[in-house]
């Protein structure tokens, strides 16, 4: 069998709950458009190989600022390996290619400057996509869900302080499904993972009674109930 030399890239799956405060906010993803072939106008995960010099979470982390200018990640993990022989046909890297995912979260609130050819994407609107990243991000989707379950990973992705509406809506964005705000704060409340600050929103134009202000309580990922799993409503 000839040799083939393999390369390792590293690939971030990165989320973002956008258009909060509007009827529908939604969990984006963020992807750029391949300028060069194979695939050349297929929108792609950022990220790219990984260096000799460097292990694969500083090199993710190199990559999101230097490909796409994106530095305010508030939680990043390494998820799954996929290695098929032919993930990559006519790999740019002149060999197979083995990729490494990461789950990267940026907060609500943040407004990163993007170049003109990345853009946010909703993950249930996705456009072409390049070689097998589809999949990654379904699987990195998947796992984002399973651990809002019995993690506080919630704080990554909603602003630092909230309403109960407003954390309803990041996590029924993310989870995609309506959440009851009553019981989300009734059970991570329980779990100490959110705390009230004792302060209140300010009040809109429709005056009323003004919503009081809750945190998380860590800025620290931290597996709260290794068991528990949030439902659909039924």
Do not use: C
């Amino acid at each position: 069998m000839p040799h083939r030399s393999t390369a390792h890239e590293v690939l971030a799956v990165v989320f973002q709950v956008r258009r909060l405060g509007t009827r529908k906010p939604q969990l984006d993803v963020l992807l750029w458009e391949r300028a060069m072939e194979p695939q050349r106008g297929a929108w792609s995960l950022p990220g790219g190989q990984l260096r000799l010099d460097e292990d694969m979470t500083s090199s993710v982390r190199r990559q999101l600022a230097e490909k796409v200018d994106l530095r305010e990640v508030a939680h990043l993990e390494q998820l799954a390996v996929f290695s098929a022989p032919d993930r990559v046909p006519d790999s740019v890297y002149g060999g197979r290619t083995i990729a490494s995912t990461f789950l990267g979260l940026v907060p609500s609130p943040a407004t990163p400057t993007l170049p003109p050819d990345t853009r946010w994407h909703p993950v249930d609107a996705l456009p072409p996509l390049a070689f097998d990243h589809e999949t990654m991000i379904v699987n990195a989707h998947a796992r984002l869900n399973a651990k809002l379950s019995y993690t506080n990973i919630g704080y990554a992705l909603a602003p630092r302080e909230f309403a109960l509406s407003t954390l309803r809506d990041v996590y029924g964005a993310a989870l995609g499904y309506p959440v009851d705000a009553t019981n989300l704060q009734r059970v991570l409340a329980r779990r100490g993972v959110i705390a009230p600050t004792g302060t209140t929103a300010k009040s809109g134009r429709s005056g009323g009674r003004p919503a009081a202000l809750y945190r998380f309580a860590e800025s620290r990922y931290r597996v709260t109930d290794e068991f528990a799993a949030l439902r659909p409503p039924t």
